[in-house]
Protein backbone atom coordinates (compact mmCIF):
# COMPACT_ATOMS: atom_id res chain seq x y z
CA UNK A 1 0.00 0.00 0.00
CA UNK A 2 1.48 3.35 -0.77
CA UNK A 3 2.57 5.20 2.34
CA UNK A 4 1.32 8.91 2.22
CA UNK A 5 2.73 11.38 5.18
CA UNK A 6 1.15 14.42 5.81
CA UNK A 7 3.96 16.64 6.84
CA UNK A 8 2.10 19.08 9.90
CA UNK A 9 3.97 22.09 11.83
CA UNK A 10 2.87 25.07 14.05
CA UNK A 11 2.13 27.47 10.92
CA UNK A 12 0.11 24.55 9.06
CA UNK A 13 -2.74 26.10 7.16
CA UNK A 14 -5.93 24.05 7.76
CA UNK A 15 -7.78 24.31 4.52
CA UNK A 16 -5.07 22.16 2.11
CA UNK A 17 -4.29 19.57 5.05
CA UNK A 18 -7.90 18.63 4.71
CA UNK A 19 -7.91 18.40 1.66
CA UNK A 20 -4.79 16.00 1.53
CA UNK A 21 -6.62 14.23 4.51
CA UNK A 22 -9.75 14.03 2.46
CA UNK A 23 -8.19 12.15 -1.03
CA UNK A 24 -4.99 9.96 0.87
CA UNK A 25 -6.74 9.29 4.82
CA UNK A 26 -10.41 8.30 3.19
CA UNK A 27 -10.64 4.32 2.63
CA UNK A 28 -11.41 4.14 -1.26
CA UNK A 29 -10.47 1.41 -2.61
CA UNK A 30 -13.55 0.53 -4.40
CA UNK A 31 -11.98 2.60 -6.10
CA UNK A 32 -8.68 1.19 -7.44
CA UNK A 33 -7.97 -0.85 -10.23
CA UNK A 34 -5.91 -3.22 -8.04
CA UNK A 35 -7.81 -2.93 -4.64
CA UNK A 36 -5.37 -0.39 -3.52
CA UNK A 37 -5.50 2.68 -1.30
CA UNK A 38 -3.26 4.76 0.88
CA UNK A 39 -1.55 4.29 4.35
CA UNK A 40 -1.73 8.06 5.50
CA UNK A 41 0.43 9.20 8.61
CA UNK A 42 0.09 12.76 9.99
CA UNK A 43 3.93 13.80 11.69
CA UNK A 44 4.39 16.39 14.01
CA UNK A 45 6.92 17.84 15.61
CA UNK A 46 6.70 15.43 19.01
CA UNK A 47 4.46 12.70 16.85
CA UNK A 48 1.21 14.03 19.28
CA UNK A 49 -1.95 13.61 16.98
CA UNK A 50 -2.98 16.61 15.05
CA UNK A 51 -6.41 18.44 16.78
CA UNK A 52 -8.05 18.73 13.54
CA UNK A 53 -7.68 14.49 12.33
CA UNK A 54 -8.36 12.92 15.92
CA UNK A 55 -8.36 9.82 13.82
CA UNK A 56 -5.03 9.73 11.91
CA UNK A 57 -2.26 8.09 12.93
CA UNK A 58 0.50 10.26 14.28
CA UNK A 59 4.35 10.23 14.47
CA UNK A 60 6.92 12.39 14.25
CA UNK A 61 8.84 13.86 11.60
CA UNK A 62 11.64 11.20 11.63
CA UNK A 63 8.88 9.54 10.37
CA UNK A 64 8.54 11.58 7.11
CA UNK A 65 11.91 9.55 5.44
CA UNK A 66 9.87 5.98 5.37
CA UNK A 67 6.94 7.37 3.32
CA UNK A 68 6.30 6.79 -0.75
CA UNK A 69 4.95 10.51 -0.58
CA UNK A 70 4.98 13.39 1.16
CA UNK A 71 2.81 16.43 1.43
CA UNK A 72 3.61 19.51 2.64
CA UNK A 73 0.35 21.45 3.18
CA UNK A 74 0.28 25.48 3.11
CA UNK A 75 1.81 27.60 5.70
CA UNK A 76 1.09 31.21 7.02
CA UNK A 77 4.57 31.86 7.63
CA UNK A 78 6.38 33.14 4.42
CA UNK A 79 9.29 34.76 5.98
CA UNK A 80 10.44 32.80 9.23
CA UNK A 81 12.92 30.55 8.32
CA UNK A 82 10.88 26.72 8.57
CA UNK A 83 12.00 23.98 11.77
CA UNK A 84 15.35 22.72 10.88
CA UNK A 85 14.29 19.32 11.65
CA UNK A 86 11.40 19.62 9.19
CA UNK A 87 13.78 20.32 6.68
CA UNK A 88 15.91 17.89 7.38
CA UNK A 89 13.11 15.62 7.28
CA UNK A 90 11.96 16.50 3.88
CA UNK A 91 15.46 16.41 2.24
CA UNK A 92 16.29 13.02 3.62
CA UNK A 93 12.80 11.90 2.47
CA UNK A 94 13.91 12.97 -1.13
CA UNK A 95 17.42 11.51 -0.56
CA UNK A 96 15.56 8.01 -0.50
CA UNK A 97 12.83 8.29 -3.30
CA UNK A 98 10.27 9.72 -1.50
CA UNK A 99 7.53 11.79 -3.98
CA UNK A 100 7.78 15.01 -2.24
CA UNK A 101 4.40 17.62 -2.80
CA UNK A 102 3.48 20.99 -1.26
CA UNK A 103 0.12 22.42 -1.60
CA UNK A 104 -0.05 26.11 -1.89
CA UNK A 105 2.63 28.38 -0.14
CA UNK A 106 3.78 24.96 1.35
CA UNK A 107 6.37 25.52 -1.53
CA UNK A 108 7.49 28.12 0.54
CA UNK A 109 8.61 25.46 2.89
CA UNK A 110 9.81 23.22 -0.01
CA UNK A 111 12.38 25.96 -1.40
CA UNK A 112 13.90 26.84 2.45
CA UNK A 113 14.99 23.01 2.32
CA UNK A 114 16.74 23.25 -1.35
CA UNK A 115 14.12 20.91 -2.71
CA UNK A 116 13.58 23.92 -5.80
CA UNK A 117 16.57 24.92 -6.42
CA UNK A 118 16.80 24.29 -10.33
CA UNK A 119 13.27 23.78 -10.60
CA UNK A 120 9.92 24.81 -11.91
CA UNK A 121 7.27 25.17 -9.05
CA UNK A 122 4.21 27.14 -8.58
CA UNK A 123 2.35 28.33 -5.78
CA UNK A 124 -0.86 30.89 -4.96
CA UNK A 125 -0.57 33.79 -7.77
CA UNK A 126 -0.23 36.71 -4.64
CA UNK A 127 2.81 34.93 -3.19
CA UNK A 128 4.47 33.72 -6.59
CA UNK A 129 6.50 36.70 -6.67
CA UNK A 130 7.41 36.55 -2.75
CA UNK A 131 8.57 33.48 -3.55
CA UNK A 132 10.87 34.47 -6.85
CA UNK A 133 12.40 36.82 -4.66
CA UNK A 134 12.90 34.83 -1.74
CA UNK A 135 14.31 32.38 -3.65
CA UNK A 136 15.82 33.52 -7.02
CA UNK A 137 17.26 29.55 -7.54
CA UNK A 138 13.47 28.57 -8.67
CA UNK A 139 11.66 28.86 -11.59
CA UNK A 140 8.25 30.39 -10.20
CA UNK A 141 5.18 29.87 -12.78
CA UNK A 142 2.83 32.05 -11.97
CA UNK A 143 0.01 31.15 -13.77
CA UNK A 144 -0.35 27.39 -14.02
CA UNK A 145 -2.25 25.11 -10.92
CA UNK A 146 0.42 22.95 -10.16
CA UNK A 147 3.99 21.93 -11.56
CA UNK A 148 5.23 18.14 -11.75
CA UNK A 149 8.90 18.46 -11.96
CA UNK A 150 9.96 14.83 -11.51
CA UNK A 151 9.24 13.71 -8.33
CA UNK A 152 9.27 17.24 -7.15
CA UNK A 153 5.34 18.76 -7.44
CA UNK A 154 3.54 22.09 -6.00
CA UNK A 155 0.30 23.72 -6.52
CA UNK A 156 -1.52 26.77 -6.37
CA UNK A 157 -3.93 27.57 -3.54
CA UNK A 158 -6.81 26.29 -2.42
CA UNK A 159 -8.68 24.41 -5.20
CA UNK A 160 -5.74 23.84 -6.96
CA UNK A 161 -4.32 21.85 -3.99
CA UNK A 162 -7.33 19.42 -4.94
CA UNK A 163 -6.11 19.42 -8.81
CA UNK A 164 -2.98 18.41 -7.73
CA UNK A 165 -3.94 15.70 -5.58
CA UNK A 166 -6.84 14.10 -7.99
CA UNK A 167 -3.57 14.19 -10.14
CA UNK A 168 -1.72 12.15 -7.79
CA UNK A 169 -4.58 9.45 -7.93
CA UNK A 170 -4.59 9.70 -11.65
CA UNK A 171 -1.07 8.74 -11.54
CA UNK A 172 -1.10 5.95 -9.30
CA UNK A 173 -4.16 4.26 -9.80
CA UNK A 174 -5.55 5.60 -13.05
CA UNK A 175 -8.12 7.95 -14.54
CA UNK A 176 -11.17 5.59 -13.83
CA UNK A 177 -9.96 6.09 -10.04
CA UNK A 178 -9.34 10.08 -10.19
CA UNK A 179 -13.03 10.78 -12.15
CA UNK A 180 -14.62 8.08 -9.53
CA UNK A 181 -13.24 10.72 -6.40
CA UNK A 182 -14.08 13.66 -7.98
CA UNK A 183 -17.79 12.30 -8.53
CA UNK A 184 -17.80 11.56 -4.91
CA UNK A 185 -16.09 14.81 -3.66
CA UNK A 186 -18.96 16.33 -6.20
CA UNK A 187 -15.75 18.56 -8.03
CA UNK A 188 -14.92 19.84 -10.67
CA UNK A 189 -13.79 17.58 -13.78
CA UNK A 190 -10.10 17.05 -14.41
CA UNK A 191 -8.07 20.05 -14.88
CA UNK A 192 -4.54 19.68 -16.47
CA UNK A 193 -1.51 20.88 -14.63
CA UNK A 194 -1.31 23.98 -17.29
CA UNK A 195 -4.32 25.69 -17.12
CA UNK A 196 -4.59 29.46 -15.74
CA UNK A 197 -4.63 29.59 -12.03
CA UNK A 198 -7.87 32.12 -12.07
CA UNK A 199 -10.26 32.92 -15.08
CA UNK A 200 -9.17 36.32 -16.39
CA UNK A 201 -11.89 38.80 -17.52
CA UNK A 202 -12.79 37.77 -20.90
CA UNK A 203 -11.29 39.42 -24.39
CA UNK A 204 -14.33 41.05 -25.60
CA UNK A 205 -18.06 39.98 -25.47
CA UNK A 206 -19.12 37.03 -24.12
CA UNK A 207 -21.08 34.82 -27.55
CA UNK A 208 -24.95 33.88 -27.40
CA UNK A 209 -24.18 30.23 -26.09
CA UNK A 210 -21.27 30.79 -24.01
CA UNK A 211 -18.01 29.04 -23.91
CA UNK A 212 -18.50 26.33 -21.53
CA UNK A 213 -21.83 25.58 -22.84
CA UNK A 214 -19.33 25.28 -26.34
CA UNK A 215 -16.62 23.25 -24.65
CA UNK A 216 -19.56 20.49 -23.17
CA UNK A 217 -20.97 20.60 -26.47
CA UNK A 218 -17.62 19.82 -27.80
CA UNK A 219 -17.30 17.12 -24.83
CA UNK A 220 -20.20 14.96 -26.09
CA UNK A 221 -18.81 14.54 -29.32
CA UNK A 222 -14.94 13.50 -29.23
CA UNK A 223 -15.74 10.68 -31.48
CA UNK A 224 -16.64 13.10 -34.39
CA UNK A 225 -13.47 14.50 -36.63
CA UNK A 226 -14.16 17.97 -34.82
CA UNK A 227 -11.85 21.05 -35.92
CA UNK A 228 -11.19 24.30 -34.12
CA UNK A 229 -13.41 25.54 -36.38
CA UNK A 230 -16.01 23.82 -35.41
CA UNK A 231 -15.70 24.93 -32.19
CA UNK A 232 -15.33 28.06 -32.94
CA UNK A 233 -18.83 27.87 -34.63
CA UNK A 234 -20.17 26.29 -31.73
CA UNK A 235 -18.98 29.48 -29.54
CA UNK A 236 -20.20 32.02 -31.86
CA UNK A 237 -16.70 33.47 -32.34
CA UNK A 238 -14.30 33.70 -34.72
CA UNK A 239 -11.51 31.17 -34.48
CA UNK A 240 -9.22 33.92 -33.67
CA UNK A 241 -11.41 35.10 -30.94
CA UNK A 242 -11.87 31.30 -29.65
CA UNK A 243 -8.40 30.52 -29.33
CA UNK A 244 -7.67 33.78 -27.62
CA UNK A 245 -10.87 33.33 -25.19
CA UNK A 246 -9.66 29.81 -24.35
CA UNK A 247 -6.59 30.75 -23.09
CA UNK A 248 -7.11 33.60 -21.05
CA UNK A 249 -10.11 31.61 -19.65
CA UNK A 250 -9.23 28.15 -19.15
CA UNK A 251 -5.14 28.58 -20.23
CA UNK A 252 -5.14 26.30 -23.14
CA UNK A 253 -5.38 26.73 -26.92
CA UNK A 254 -8.33 25.02 -28.90
CA UNK A 255 -6.65 22.31 -30.50
CA UNK A 256 -4.29 21.53 -27.33
CA UNK A 257 -8.20 21.22 -25.29
CA UNK A 258 -9.09 19.02 -27.45
CA UNK A 259 -5.96 16.69 -27.50
CA UNK A 260 -6.44 16.69 -23.43
CA UNK A 261 -10.02 16.14 -23.53
CA UNK A 262 -9.38 12.82 -26.20
CA UNK A 263 -6.79 11.73 -24.40
CA UNK A 264 -8.74 11.17 -21.20
CA UNK A 265 -11.43 9.55 -22.72
CA UNK A 266 -9.11 7.38 -23.84
CA UNK A 267 -7.59 6.46 -20.58
CA UNK A 268 -11.08 5.83 -19.34
CA UNK A 269 -11.81 3.61 -22.75
CA UNK A 270 -8.91 1.89 -21.87
CA UNK A 271 -9.10 1.46 -18.10
CA UNK A 272 -13.15 0.49 -18.41
CA UNK A 273 -13.92 -1.76 -21.45
CA UNK A 274 -11.72 -4.29 -23.76
CA UNK A 275 -12.17 -2.28 -27.04
CA UNK A 276 -9.18 -2.40 -28.87
CA UNK A 277 -6.51 0.37 -29.11
CA UNK A 278 -7.57 0.66 -32.69
CA UNK A 279 -11.66 1.16 -31.32
CA UNK A 280 -10.62 3.08 -28.73
CA UNK A 281 -8.95 5.94 -31.05
CA UNK A 282 -12.22 5.73 -33.22
CA UNK A 283 -13.86 6.30 -30.61
CA UNK A 284 -11.94 9.35 -28.49
CA UNK A 285 -11.48 10.82 -31.48
CA UNK A 286 -7.70 10.38 -32.70
CA UNK A 287 -8.51 8.62 -35.75
CA UNK A 288 -6.35 5.42 -35.95
CA UNK A 289 -3.95 3.36 -33.29
CA UNK A 290 -0.92 5.25 -34.68
CA UNK A 291 -2.06 8.67 -33.74
CA UNK A 292 -3.39 7.18 -30.56
CA UNK A 293 -0.02 5.71 -29.45
CA UNK A 294 1.89 9.24 -30.39
CA UNK A 295 -0.13 11.19 -28.59
CA UNK A 296 -0.47 9.18 -25.67
CA UNK A 297 3.39 8.63 -25.27
CA UNK A 298 3.95 12.24 -26.22
CA UNK A 299 1.52 12.76 -22.96
CA UNK A 300 1.97 10.27 -20.40
CA UNK A 301 5.47 8.52 -21.64
CA UNK A 302 3.49 5.18 -21.74
CA UNK A 303 2.00 3.24 -24.91
CA UNK A 304 -1.76 2.51 -24.46
CA UNK A 305 -0.62 -0.71 -24.18
CA UNK A 306 1.56 -0.44 -20.91
CA UNK A 307 -1.30 1.97 -19.70
CA UNK A 308 -3.97 -0.66 -20.06
CA UNK A 309 -2.03 -3.74 -18.44
CA UNK A 310 -1.37 -0.94 -15.34
CA UNK A 311 -5.17 0.74 -14.97
CA UNK A 312 -7.17 -2.15 -16.99
CA UNK A 313 -9.94 -3.46 -15.07
CA UNK A 314 -10.87 -5.95 -17.26
CA UNK A 315 -9.45 -8.68 -19.60
CA UNK A 316 -8.63 -6.96 -22.63
CA UNK A 317 -6.76 -7.78 -26.32
CA UNK A 318 -3.85 -5.84 -26.71
Sequence with gaps: MH???????????????????EVFGVDRRELSPDGSWYDLTVCTPDGSPAPWLPGATARDLAALPGADTVVVPSTSDLESPPDPALLSALTDAHDRGARIV????????????????GRAATTHWMHAEQLARLHPRVTVRANVLYVADGRVLTSAGKTAALD??????????????????????????????????????????RSPHGLATALEWARARLGEPLTVEDLARAAGLSSRHLARRMQAEIGVRPLEWLHQQRLAVAQELLE???????????????????ALRRHFRR????????????FGQVGSPR
Excluded: K, W
Excluded at 3 to 21: C, D, F, G, S, Y
Excluded at 102 to 117: E, K, M, N, P
Design 3 to 21: RVAIAVHEHTMLLELAIAA
Design 102 to 117: SLCTGAFVLAAAGLLD
Design 164 to 205: LCVHLVRTDHGAAAANGLVRTLVGPGHRPSGQAQFIAPPSGP
Design 272 to 290: RTDATVEQVATRCGLGSAT
Design 299 to 310: ALGVSPTVYRAT
